[in-house]
Structures are given as C-alpha cells and as structure tokens.
C-alpha cells in the first residue's frame, strides 16, 4: 500500500487525527461505526417513529418471538430483568406491546406484541435496512451481508467461556 493511502486510511472519519494504534483496535472501529448506525436509527427511526434503539430492539425481538418471556428477554440483551420490566412497561404503556399470563406457571409471563406494535417493527426494520444500505454505500451489498455476519458472530462470542464482566461471570 502506498504512503499516501495507508496515511489517508489511518486518519479518524472527523477531526483528521491520526489514529495510529487505535487504527487496529475492533473496539474502537465498532465505536467508530456506532456514530454512523444511531445517527441513521435517529434519522429514519428514532425521531418520526418516536422510537429508542432499546425500544425497537424489545419490540422487534417480541414481534418476531411471540411468547418470549421477559427473563429470556433479559438474557438475550445482557440487561436485568428490572430494565426489561421497565421497557415492557413503557412499550405495554403505548400500546405496543402485551403481557400474557404463564398458563403453566403463574408467576411467569409471555410477552406479544400488539398488531400496531408488529406494523410498527416491521415499518421500523424496513427503515433501518434502507438507512443504513445508504449510510454504508462505500461497502458493496455482500460486503454489507458479511460485515453483518461478522458483528453477530462477535456478538455471539459472550456465550463462549469469555467473562463479560471480568470476574468470570
């Protein structure tokens, strides 16, 4: 790679600094990429759906997981079932989302989305994909599909023996 370019590819997206090391960390990168992924939630989502990206998140996964319970929720997410009791409520609250008993056990709950909750999931995704198709044009289609595909398999790697909060838990 010529000077030029490995310079130009090692500078920050805004402020024109020189990344040096950081240039290799994923953490980073992924920090990087975020700013570009909530401006785009913001944009076509956030602000005229009247949507938070954890909001969008619980809902899509209830639309598409009828049944799910808050606990299954909440470990999905890596949130506490407090929090995941809270988002339910304000999304139960607008209409969006509902709770069932647990016929098998009572103090259980199933989680459902309401029909506007569903519409609104989907009307939302349909807005994401499109968004950040255009936000990441400079990656072509498949490069898109794979980056994808890697990020979710990082994503998965919490489940593999790797303490999330460093004491092993």
């Given at each position: 790679?010529?000077?030029?370019?490995?310079?130009?590819?090692?500078?920050?997206?805004?402020?024109?600094?020189?990344?040096?090391?950081?240039?290799?960390?994923?953490?980073?990168?992924?920090?990087?990429?975020?700013?570009?992924?909530?401006?785009?939630?913001?944009?076509?989502?956030?602000?005229?759906?009247?949507?938070?990206?954890?909001?969008?998140?619980?809902?899509?996964?209830?639309?598409?997981?009828?049944?799910?319970?808050?606990?299954?929720?909440?470990?999905?997410?890596?949130?506490?079932?407090a929090n995941i009791t809270t988002w339910i409520d304000?999304?139960?609250?607008?209409?969006?989302?509902?709770?069932?008993?647990?016929?098998?056990?009572?103090?259980?709950?199933?989680?459902?989305?309401?029909?506007?909750?569903?519409?609104?999931?989907?009307?939302?995704?349909?807005?994401?994909?499109?968004?950040?198709?255009?936000?990441?044009?400079?990656?072509?289609?498949?490069?898109?599909?794979?980056?994808?595909?890697?990020?979710?398999?990082?994503?998965?790697?919490?489940?593999?023996?790797?303490?999330?909060?460093?004491?092993?838990?």
């Amino acid at each position: 790679m010529k000077t030029a370019t490995r310079a130009l590819l090692s500078i920050t997206p805004a402020g024109a600094l020189d990344e040096a090391r950081l240039h290799r960390i994923l953490g980073y990168q992924l920090a990087q990429a975020a700013i570009v992924t909530y401006a785009v939630f913001e944009r076509v989502v956030g602000t005229p759906l009247d949507l938070r990206p954890v909001e969008y998140t619980i809902l899509t996964l209830v639309s598409e997981n009828p049944g799910v319970s808050p606990v299954q929720l909440s470990k999905a997410l890596a949130v506490t079932k407090a929090n995941i009791t809270t988002w339910i409520d304000k999304l139960e609250q607008r209409g969006l989302a509902k709770r069932e008993q647990n016929t098998s056990d009572r103090r259980g709950q199933h989680l459902r989305t309401t029909e506007r909750g569903t519409v609104l999931a989907k009307k939302a995704t349909r807005r994401l994909v499109e968004g950040e198709r255009q936000a990441f044009s400079t990656l072509t289609a498949v490069e898109q599909m794979m980056l994808t595909e890697l990020l979710h398999k990082l994503g998965c790697a919490r489940e593999l023996n790797w303490p999330i909060d460093g004491k092993g838990h």
